[in-house]
């Protein structure tokens, strides 16, 4: 017999209450809770980055290219997962050429691709692209010849071309900012608007998934830039760990708020299934929900970055904290896209039973294989960064 | 003479080419007249089909989930279903026991006694071969799909496997075939329904408790049925606007 039937006959037993036969079988696993996780990772370490460029917020100059080139590594593993889940991932490309109009998922890759190839890659580019002629001339080997290549043979490095590139990639990031917000509010979208699921169905689904995508990729800039200064031994620039300690906070603020907006209308207006659904809260998500969402990674970094916005004092106290409060809301963003996805599917559209959902520790749709998809990214960006590395950009002259 | 035929030929290549232009333009509206279709009741289409189903006369044997699966090379698991039995069991303390053991292939049983039970009754399900279909509606590639007669279908050769119709339908009537990966789902029988034929679920119906029709047809014993009884649609408040009605449903049903 084949595996995954054998392990629906195991959870044939787990059923609790009445299930429709064909829901015992959950659609979504980790694979799709890491697409919404990675993607507003790339949306949230984006907004950081224009948050330097285009409100002009100084102080965060230091890790303007580390957000962008963070945004990059993790968007161009995002798709990965997504085909990969797919019961046939080589017809995946039927989406770009016979999309169907009427269908959330379908413009996907079209959004994806625009915020890959003309929001991310061209800022990349004009931003690198005197650096990469420079460096060019400097550097011998392997290093040189990428260099040459993306270049794409401009190498006018008049003040003229420069002022160019200074204005458009300007532009770029200005035409990105709402591009992030597009790329990650239609996620929520996808979910949003499944009507027939009340635990997705919810008009705010699109806004929390981009306040919550805010939050985590502030939080792992803020992790990215310490990890990056400690490999270093540089000193970290606390004004700047300060201001985006800052921006964590305003956004996990604004985002707890929309959360907490959701569930209080939610047990208001007490719906038909509100009964399951608090059923579920109290069940099956109590520990992803209650423990690691809102407690590990919303009240415990709420409370230690108000903390930190008065105690100036012990530096390298200060960091710790933000290390910790950086992966503690790392994880709780990764548990509240688990309770969407994953909790979404525990219980039945009959309104009267849960299934359940027994992770796998091998196989594709298995842990190991879920954290090889989030370390990926990881060695990405260690190789953007040897390849670019922010720190030996020639200074700028203006903006 | 020869005049006449120039012009016979003039004319030839003035109808030709419209032909062709005219051709090319209907060829290019085709997609989007398939879009339109989707969504309304189609009075144009030849046939409109649909299902009325009479919980009355239901005894909850079973016939219809087994005939299906064997039609429709459905997987045998108990888990893959394009249609199902529920039994429904209100007790006198007011408690909703819902069940389906096997998806109701081997018949029912009743764990309670006649003085427990308030009432009880069984649900046949199926796909609901909604007009509002939300399962087409979202599927990315169009491969799921309304057919000109309003069967909601499955093209196997397209469905990239995405699951997003199977968390669309409000009723659970899609499933992932283990075996081709893809999204399998009841499809009225239409390798019969075209063929003058019933729905094999039906065909083995020991009580006549289902009656499958053309709503364009005012004769037809469906409309006769829905023109006659009390009928109800599941979750109304989707409105999904199924095409498989009810009779006799009770408000305890989901």
């Known amino acids: ?399 | 003479m020869e005049l006449k035929n120039k012009k016979n030929r003039r004319d030839f290549l003035k109808n030709g080419a419209l032909l062709t232009g005219g051709m090319l333009i209907a060829s290019g509206m085709k997609p989007f007249s398939a879009l339109v279709y989707a969504t309304n009741h189609n009075e144009d289409a030849e046939h409109w089909y649909g299902m009325a189903i009479d919980i009355e006369k239901c005894i909850g044997c079973g016939n219809c989930a087994k005939a299906c699966k064997i039609e429709n090379d459905v997987p045998e698991e108990p888990f893959f279903f394009r249609t199902w039995v529920e039994q429904y069991t209100i007790l006198n303390d007011g408690s909703k026991i819902i069940t389906s053991e096997n998806g109701g292939l081997n018949g029912a049983s009743q764990d309670y006694t006649p003085d427990e039970i308030f009432k009880s009754f069984f649900v046949p399900k199926m796909c609901n071969h909604c007009t509002n279909s939300p399962c087409t509606q979202v599927c990315p590639v169009g491969a799921t799909f309304e057919s000109p007669e309003g069967v909601a279908l499955v093209d196997s050769t397209y469905c990239i496997g995405c699951r997003y119709c199977v968390q669309a339908c409000p009723y659970g009537c899609r499933y992932i075939h283990p075996k081709t990966k893809i999204a399998d789902k009841c499809t009225l029988c239409y390798h019969r329904i075209t063929n003058g034929q019933v729905p094999a679920c039906q065909e083995v119906c020991p009580t006549n408790a289902k009656i499958f029709g053309d709503l364009n047809d005012r004769s037809s014993e469906l409309v006769q049925f829905i023109k006659k009884h009390d009928w109800q649609i599941l979750k109304p408040h989707m409105n999904t606007k199924p095409k498989v009605v009810y009779n006799a449903l009770s408000g305890e049903v989901n």
């Open chain 1, 1 to 399: 017999m084949e595996e995954h039937t054998q392990h629906l006959f195991e959870m044939l037993s787990q059923v609790d209450g009445y299930i429709y036969p064909n829901e015992l079988d959950l659609q979504w696993g980790i694979l799709i809770v890491l697409y919404p996780y990675i993607t507003g990772l790339v949306a949230g370490a984006f907004i950081l980055a224009s948050l330097e460029r285009v409100f002009k917020v100084k102080v965060l100059k230091p890790t303007y290219h580390i957000a962008l080139l963070t945004a990059l590594s993790f968007l161009l593993v995002a798709t990965l997962p997504l085909v990969s889940h797919l019961g046939k991932p080589l017809r995946a490309i039927e989406i770009m050429i016979t999309p169907n109009g009427t269908s959330a998922m379908a413009i996907f890759g079209f959004i994806y691709l625009w915020y890959l190839m003309v929001v991310l890659l061209l800022e990349l580019w004009f931003d690198y692209r005197r650096d990469m002629v420079i460096w060019a001339q400097q550097m011998k080997g392997f290093k040189r010849f990428v260099y040459r290549i993306f270049t794409l043979g401009v190498n006018d490095l008049s003040p003229k071309a420069l002022r160019w590139d200074e204005k458009l990639g300007y532009f770029i990031t200005i035409i990105g900012i709402p591009s992030a917000f597009l790329l990650h509010g239609y996620v929520g979208f996808i979910f949003g608007s499944v009507k027939a699921n009340p635990w997705w169905s919810t008009v705010l689904m699109p806004v929390i998934f981009l306040f919550s995508a805010m939050v985590s990729g502030i939080a792992l800039v803020m992790v990215v830039y310490l990890i990056i200064s400690y490999i270093r031994k540089m000193k970290v620039d606390m004004k700047c760990l300060d201001m985006i300690g800052r921006y964590l906070l305003i956004a996990l603020i604004l985002d707890f708020s929309l959360e907490s907006l959701d569930q209080i209308h939610r047990i208001y207006e007490a719906e038909e299934s509100f009964e399951i659904i608090s059923l579920l809260m109290s069940g099956q998500l109590t520990y992803t929900l209650l423990v690691f969402q809102v407690l590990l990674g919303t009240i415990i970094p709420l409370i230690v970055l108000t903390i930190l916005q008065f105690y100036k004092k012990n530096i390298r106290l200060r960091q710790t904290l933000y290390m910790v409060v950086g992966f503690i809301v790392l994880i709780g963003i990764f548990f509240m896209r688990w309770n969407i996805v994953i909790g979404g599917q525990l219980f039945s559209k009959s309104f009267h039973g849960f299934t359940s959902f027994k992770l796998q520790l091998i196989g594709s749709e298995g842990i190991l294989m879920a954290g090889l998809w989030l370390i990926i990214p990881i060695f990405i960006l260690a190789f953007l960064l040897w390849l670019f590395p922010p720190w030996k950009k020639t200074e700028e002259t203006a903006y």
